[in-house]
T-cell receptor, first 113, second 114 residues
Framework: AQSVTQPDIHITVSEGASLELRCNYS??????LFWYVQSPGQGLQLLLK??????LVQGIKGFEAEFKRSQSSFNLRKPSVHWSDAAEYFC???????????FGQGTELSVKP | NAGVTQTPKFRVLKTGQSMTLLCAQD?????MYWYRQDPGMGLRLIHY???????AKGEVPDGYNVSRLKKQNFLLGLESAAPSQTSVYFC?????????????FGPGTRLTVT
């Protein structure tokens, strides 16, 4: 079955600390991989996406993610977190040739001053 | 360029009432989607469309109907609302996969069914 798992429901980090949000997927074909961010009361904004090629992708707001096929993972990272990064983050996977995405349950990020 | 817009932003319905949510996009995207978001469950696909005049079922289609009469609009209907349909509904649109594919989301509609 196709699925996306974000093991951490809630993470708290201190401002200026590094961040890694985990995402694991189960998919029977070559996946498209995405990370979205959702601020409270807002829609989802695309942070970055991976289709093929270089397994380290850069996104907006200083985020990056690394695709590891052997581990079925697509973890999101940021070297130094800002208070404005507090939000909910969703990992999603799509199939090559199809239009719909499967989302993980989300990870809520809190940032301590 | 407004992107993806949704109407209304908020709505309260009584059980058994009907309503239609409107999604509009001005990016000339072929694909459009309706998702619902519930706490702890991420986003789940209700219905989607791969072009004008087409619709298909997603993961949780029961109790909903959709129509895509115009390329830029995707309507989600609730014929007889139930409390289980209390949720936040998001519309999204995209180019087909392989054409700079990514889904662009609207701001959401918060629906409460009492």
């Amino acid at each position: 079955a196709q699925s996306v798992t974000q093991p951490d429901i809630h993470i708290t980090v201190s401002e200026g600390a590094s961040l890694e949000l985990r995402c694991n997927y189960s998919y029977g074909a070559t996946p498209y991989l995405f990370w979205y961010v959702q601020s409270p009361g807002q829609g989802l904004q695309l942070l970055l996406k991976y289709f093929s090629g270089d397994t380290l992708v850069q996104g907006i707001k200083g985020f990056e993610a690394e695709f590891k096929r052997s581990q079925s993972s697509f973890n999101l990272r940021k070297p130094s977190v800002h208070w404005s990064d507090a939000a909910e983050y969703f990992c999603a996977v799509g199939r090559l040739g199809e239009g719909k995405l499967i989302f993980g349950q989300g990870t809520e990020l809190s940032v301590k001053p | 360029n407004a992107g993806v817009t949704q109407t209304p932003k908020f709505r309260v319905l009584k059980t058994g009432q009907s309503m239609t949510l409107l999604c509009a996009q001005d990016m000339n995207h072929e694909y459009m989607y309706w998702y619902r978001q519930d706490p702890g469950m991420g986003l789940r696909l209700i219905h989607y469309s791969v072009g004008e005049g087409t619709t298909a079922k997603g993961e949780v289609p029961d109790g909903y109907n959709v129509s895509r009469l115009k390329k830029q609009n995707f309507l989600l209907g609730l014929e007889s609302a139930a409390p289980s349909q209390t949720s936040v509904y998001f519309c999204a649109s995209s180019y087909p996969p392989g054409l700079a594919y990514a889904e662009y989301f609207g701001p959401g509609t918060r629906l409460t069914v009492t």
